[in-house]
């Protein structure tokens, strides 16, 4: 079982990455840190399930690069890209946020979830990440035995 | 036709309006009386009766006191209060228009007087007619309005505005007309498009509906008004004067045929423009009376049709000559777009020699002649034709320009008129044939066209072409037009059918071989038009592109918004979304659609971008040069110049980091430099202008990134000259006892040995032995090199953690992200509270207070402060009994010590020695950043996420009292930016390799300098100019000590000057002239400054820059930079020099910094 983690917040990344170890340990997982890198490995390597932050840089942070310019819906456009190439890859958003986009003009995540929904048929759900309050975890596994069975 | 009332004998109506009259008085208040009245009466009887009573001055002045005001402050009526359907509403204001109808023709006379003296820049009758208006028909919203704008066409904007705010200081006038007056004058704001003006309007306007549309109307547009509101906009101008009330309810009327042009309009509407059109005679009336089905003989005016049969025909000098008879005589503006269009065919330059120069209309000629021959500056020509358009909305030559520059887009011919073109069609000046397009009101286009072609006795050819047009058969022939006219017209009638490729037949035709350039492109935009319909897209793609490339303002004519959504769509429902992806032209299309259209389709762009690529089987943009079979090179320059741009190229999956996308974007550049030479033509500055930016951004990005690495420095050069001859005469006593002591050669045999026995346990046995004076001396020799290496206030690790890293910097690297995210905030004195967090508090709690929330916001930037205050002032330090917990800790055990004596046993230069513990210290060092890295990434930054959990839980215990979403959004955005702030702390505890800097120009150092200030005080604006001897080049090995004085420098201006004002302005110059480096350095003090302070702090700093008050200030943070920038000077550039601060009269503080350029300069 292949599983991406796109995700460019190192402790969410450490987390989500550690909670599949834990529940699902013949799991092997690969991780990218941003819109591009999660795009390439979306696209060129196969993988039965992804996991995707909705807001990531365009690169891969490093001391030396700030990441480019951020993206309020990486996720919304790594789906968006497997659409138009035809891949379909079960995929799971995990976010932080409630709302994205620009303060004046924001999307709720229940509006993007609806978007989602319509636009992605590889899109399975989205799943809070709190980094205090420990939910999400039950309901990120829960999610991935959606796709897995049990 | 129109049925009037059936009559009554005369006894009847006086029977009748006495009833009327005393149902009117019954009400006690006469007012209200008729108000009631005007709601309630019998529609049949209401119009018998009205006229009466607005026949009788006793009642006319009760509503309407002073119809023409000679004061301010009688421009305002009480109305009358209550508000009926929109056609009483109509009526009842025809019936008080009508008793002045002397009055209103006379206005018309001398409004048409008035604004052709405005157009003709004859400013002495413009303001002379200007007070024959005043005079004979008092004040009104109309003249104010035409009196602002006049004094804009005399005087200036300046001027206007002068004038504006004179009359909105005048509380004479009523404040809803100053209100007014204030959207009139900034209506002609430059660079304010009409669309901005009225989104801003919209925004900003009150909510009311009726009075809401009113000002619309003023202002010069068409609002959108539903007949309830409408009825409400009609009343309001019970309010005004006479001008007003009539010049705004044909406004009206205009907009209501416009926004509904239905049967029901012209119903509701006949009645009332009947009855004024048979008192006042207006050329706006007449054709809303023949639009409507009031009045088919309506008086029309027809001087223009022979000007356009002649250019139809062919014409073209008769057609120039006709034309410009009737733009000198009447200022047509329609006579003077066919002088215009004839003068091109006919190959004859356009000059009206009899207007003058500085005249509206000349300035409207020379607009107007770019926008039609899609010169390059045609663009910026159509937004001031636009905005002088709405400026003059009240005068109706300004809707006949308005039209003829949307028509170039929209053409009425060929689209659905909108709403504005079939307003502006009713208020333009003079008659046009072509108005009957946008007249779509229950067969009022072809009721327009009959009606002139009869008065012209049927003879127009432009009349019948036009008939033809309206209602188009195949097989029209179209046969008095000439060849080209003929042709556009059968293209039009096949595109108005439907017939979309026999119209992209007939234009592809006439586009292969153009009559004129404006030919060309109408044609052009036209065949795109058939293309686009006849779906055939790629086709579509290419026109747009190669007209678009050839005359840049086309782009916001061609259909680019429909044909991009119809790509995407051809894209969706086709099996390979990629289809026409093969094609240059649509990339170029997505990028023109970003550029002229709107920025949402942006990832469209870089698909379309990418799939082109790809179907090139090419992996970078820049291969494309030499893979360009089938790209033509207009194509390819536009591509790469300007689709390869850094937001596309960071989307191509080949690129992997910033750094890749700069350097591709420079790559393509000097390809774009290449591809220009080699055309022949002269590569457009901008490519150099760009390329160097980039480079220069790399290379400051690098320096930064050097510097940053090489913050952890220990001068072991500095040392080696500070241990002096002590130690050298040290070292040779230590010989001296080595070579006579054999004994203590057997002991270090015995620790060697037992070493190589027991491993780890050879500690024990060691401490036990003995320490002859040879170890003694060596112990204290390597004592003395470790404490002038940990400890030494100028060249030791301690200074330069103090120097390059505890002096603000971490604290700024660490509370950057917070302070960007507005999570922290200062407290007003070392001791006080923080201060409360405005920016959250405003936006979760309306500024409302909640302590729960304050002090978790409180609690956020204590627990910030208080990391950033233990992390320098206890851990990132050399260890001592004052700093335990300091993670430098260079204590040597005696083990090492005799490790490090056997090491150096058999060595006899004292260089070497010290070679040999320098390197320990250095191993040990290394060792210790580790630590300190530790410390950072799993102490601090444990810590500050642990302050952002507490708050994050803390607003949730708030909710939901407190909406604070965007907070938590706040929070965490948050999180990944403190993890490489603290990331980029830790990488600054690396040991510095060896780098090797190439020789440079001192600017690069200053703006790496700026760039670091400028990322710490991002809320500062730091304005600079720079300016160094040319070519002056300095060695690489200074530049990270010159950037670091350019750096204290300028963090001194940010933090001592700029950050209590927001913005700072720097002066820098380095010269190089008789063997020094001259550094000149100054900026600007805010007015609030207290020079004699900053005397004093002059002296102060002048009196210290020494080296021994230096050396001790060095090691201590929160000191100016100045000890620093001495000990730069002094002992990394080892330099002569000199330092001066002063002020000058003019209050720039500047410092001056002379230097010895041997060896630094080149």
């Known amino acids: ?150 | 036709m129109l049925r009037f009332t059936p009559r009554k004998s005369s006894t009847t109506r006086y029977n009748e309006f006495a009833r009327a009259r005393a149902q009117v008085t019954k009400a006690g208040n006469i007012r209200l009386g008729l108000a009631h009245y005007k709601v309630n009466a019998p529609d049949a009887e209401f119009r018998r009766v009205l006229p009466q009573f607005f026949q009788m001055a006793a009642y006319r002045q009760l509503v309407w006191p002073d119809p023409m005001p000679a004061t301010y402050q009688r421009m305002i009526s009480p109305g009358i209060p209550r508000i009926s359907s929109l056609q009483r509403e109509v009526e009842w204001a025809v019936n008080a228009l009508i008793p002045f109808a002397d009055n209103l023709n006379d206005f018309v006379e001398v409004r048409e007087r008035y604004e052709h003296a405005l157009l003709f820049g004859d400013k002495d009758a413009h303001t002379r007619i200007g007070v024959e208006i005043q005079e004979r028909f008092g004040f009104s919203v109309w003249l104010l309005q035409s009196r602002v704008n006049s004094a804009q066409v005399w005087s200036g904007l300046a001027q206007q505005k002068e004038y504006s705010r004179e009359l909105m200081a005048d509380k004479r006038l009523p404040s809803i007309l100053r209100y007014i007056i204030s959207w009139i004058s900034f209506r002609t704001e430059e660079n304010l498009s009409c669309s901005e003006f009225f989104r801003l309007f919209n925004d900003n306007a009150p909510a009311s509906p009726g009075l809401f549309d009113l000002l619309h109307i003023i202002l010069g547009d068409c609002p959108q008004m539903e007949p309830s509101t409408a009825s409400t906009t009609v009343c309001l101008t019970d309010l005004l004067p006479l001008i007003d009330r009539y010049v705004y309810l044909v406004a009206i009327l205009q907009a209501l045929i416009a926004q509904a042009p239905t049967a029901e309009t012209c119903e509701n509407l006949r009645y009332a423009v009947t009855m004024l059109s048979s008192v006042v005679k207006d050329p706006a009336i007449e054709k809303i009376a023949l639009v409507v089905g009031a009045k088919p003989a309506a008086s029309l005016n027809t001087d223009l049709i022979p000007c356009l049969d002649a250019y139809s025909e062919g014409r073209y000098t008769e057609a120039i000559s006709l034309a410009k008879a009737l733009v000198i005589k009447k200022g047509s503006i329609d006579a003077l777009q066919i002088l215009l269009r004839s003068s091109e065919q006919a190959g004859i330059s356009a000059i009206i020699s009899e207007l003058p120069p500085h005249a509206l209309l000349t300035t409207i000629v020379q607009d107007l002649t770019k926008v039609i021959g899609f010169t390059p500056d045609a663009t910026a020509a159509a937004s001031r034709l636009e905005k002088i358009g709405l400026t003059h909305s009240d005068t109706t030559w300004a809707a006949a320009l308005t039209l003829i520059v949307a028509r170039q887009s929209h053409d009425e011919r060929v689209f659905e008129p909108d709403v504005l073109q079939r307003y502006h069609a009713l208020r333009a000046s003079g008659d046009n044939p072509i108005f009957a397009f946008s007249m779509t009101i229950d067969g009022a286009g072809q009721r327009y066209v009959d009606r002139l072609s009869a008065l012209c006795g049927g003879k127009s050819s432009t009349c019948s072409s036009t008939r033809a047009l309206l209602r188009p058969v195949v097989g029209g022939d179209y046969q008095e037009l000439s060849d080209d006219h003929r042709q556009k017209m059968l293209a039009l009638s096949a595109l108005r059918l439907g017939h979309n490729e026999r119209a992209e037949e007939i234009l592809a035709e006439t586009f292969r071989q153009p009559n004129g350039r404006v030919a060309h492109y109408e044609g052009g935009t036209l065949l795109a038009e058939a293309r686009l319909r006849a779906g055939h897209l790629l086709e579509c793609a290419q026109i747009c592109v190669d007209m678009f490339l050839a005359a840049t303002y086309i782009g916001s004519l061609l259909p680019i918004a429909r044909l991009v959504q119809a790509l995407l769509q051809a894209s969706k429902t086709s099996a390979s979304p990629l289809a026409m992806s093969g094609d240059i032209s649509v990339v170029i299309i997505f990028d023109i659609y970003s550029r002229h259209v709107s920025p949402a389709l942006d990832p469209e762009r870089a698909d379309a971008f990418n799939d082109f690529l790809t179907s090139r089987k090419l992996k970078f943009p820049s291969q494309l040069t030499d893979n360009r079979e089938g790209v033509p090179d207009e194509h390819l320059l536009y591509f790469l110049r300007n689709v390869c741009v850094p937001d596309v190229l960071d989307q191509c999956l080949a690129l992997r980091s910033s750094r890749e996308v700069e350097d591709e974007r420079a790559k393509i550049l000097v390809q774009l430099t290449e591809l220009y030479t080699a055309a022949g033509l002269v590569p457009p500055v901008q490519l150099n202008d760009e390329l160097q930016e980039i480079r220069t951004r790399q290379v400051i990005r690098d320096t930064t990134h050097q510097l940053d690495q090489s913050k952890i420095f220990v001068d072991t050069d500095g040392i080696r000259r500070a241990l002096g001859n002590q130690l050298r005469e040290n070292w040779a006593r230590y010989r001296l006892l080595s070579l006579q002591d054999t004994a203590n050669s057997d002991v270090s045999d015995v620790v060697k040995i037992i070493q190589e026995a027991m491993g780890d346990r050879v500690a024990i046995v060691s401490l036990s032995l003995p320490l002859t004076e040879r170890t003694k001396l060596f112990e204290r020799m390597v004592g003395d090199i470790r404490d002038l290496f940990a400890n030494n206030k100028v060249f030791g690790l301690d200074a330069n953690l103090s120097t390059n890293i505890r002096h603000g910097y971490v604290l700024r690297e660490l509370r950057r992200p917070f302070v960007v995210a507005h999570l922290v905030t200062n407290k007003l004195t070392e001791s006080s509270e923080y201060k409360i967090n405005e920016y959250w508090t405003e936006r979760c709690l309306d500024g409302e207070e909640n302590s729960e929330f304050s002090d978790a916001l409180n609690d956020l930037s204590r627990a910030v402060d208080e990391e950033i205050e233990y992390i320098t002032g206890k851990v990132l330090k050399v260890w001592s009994d004052s700093s335990p917990e300091g993670v430098f800790d260079f204590e040597i055990s005696l083990p090492m010590l005799h490790y490090l004596q056997r090491k150096a046993g058999d060595i006899e230069n004292y260089d070497e020695f010290l070679t040999i513990i320098f390197d320990y210290l250095w191993l040990q060092t290394d060792q210790m950043l580790g630590v300190a890295r530790q410390a950072l990434l799993e102490g601090t930054l444990r810590r500050l996420y642990a302050a952002l959990n507490h708050l994050e839980e803390t607003l949730d215990a708030c909710a939901p009292e407190v909406d604070s979403q965007s907070l938590v959004t706040a929070v965490n955005l948050v999180r990944p930016e403190v993890r490489s702030a603290v990331d980029r702390v830790a990488s600054w505890f690396t040991l510095s390799g060896s780098r090797d800097y190439q020789d440079y120009n001192p600017k690069i150092a200053f703006d790496a300098a700026l760039a670091t200030v400028e990322t710490y005080y991002n809320d500062l604006n730091i304005r600079t100019e720079f300016s160094s001897t040319q070519s002056m080049l300095m060695r690489g090995w200074t530049l990270p000590y010159v950037t670091r004085v350019f750096s204290n420098l300028i963090e001194n201006v940010a933090k001592h000057f700029g950050i209590s004002i927001g913005s700072v302005e720097i002066k820098c110059s380095v010269d190089a002239h008789g063997g020094s480096v001259a550094i000149h350095l100054e900026n600007n003090l805010s007015e609030s400054s207290d020079r004699d302070m900053i005397v004093k702090k002059i002296d102060t700093i002048n009196a210290n820059f020494g080296q021994d008050t230096a050396s001790n200030l060095v090691a201590k943070e929160g000191n100016s930079g100045y000890p620093k920038i001495w000990k730069i000077l002094t002992h990394d550039l080892r330099c002569e020099h000199q330092l001066a601060v002063s002020l000058t009269d003019d209050c720039w503080f500047v410092v001056d910094i002379l230097i010895d350029s041997r060896g630094i300069v080149l």
């Open chain 1, 1 to 150: 079982m292949k599983i991406l983690v796109a995700e460019d917040d190192e402790d969410k990344l450490g987390d989500i990455v550690g909670l599949i170890n834990e529940h699902i340990p013949q799991a092997k997982i690969a991780t990218a840190k941003s819109l591009q890198s999660g795009l390439t490995q979306a696209l060129t390597a196969e993988h039965d399930l992804l996991l995707i932050d909705m807001t990531m840089p365009n690169f891969d942070r490093t001391v030396t690069d700030d990441g480019g310019r951020p993206h309020a819906f990486a996720g919304r456009e790594i789906l968006r890209q497997m659409l138009r190439r035809g891949v379909s890859t079960p995929a799971i958003i995990v976010t932080h946020f409630h709302r994205f986009g620009p303060e004046d003009d924001f999307t709720t995540l229940e509006q993007l979830k609806v978007e989602l929904e319509t636009r992605f048929a590889n899109y399975i759900g989205t799943v809070q990440y709190r980094s205090n309050v420990d939910d999400w975890r039950d309901e990120l596994l829960s999610v991935i035995i959606k796709v897995f069975g049990e």
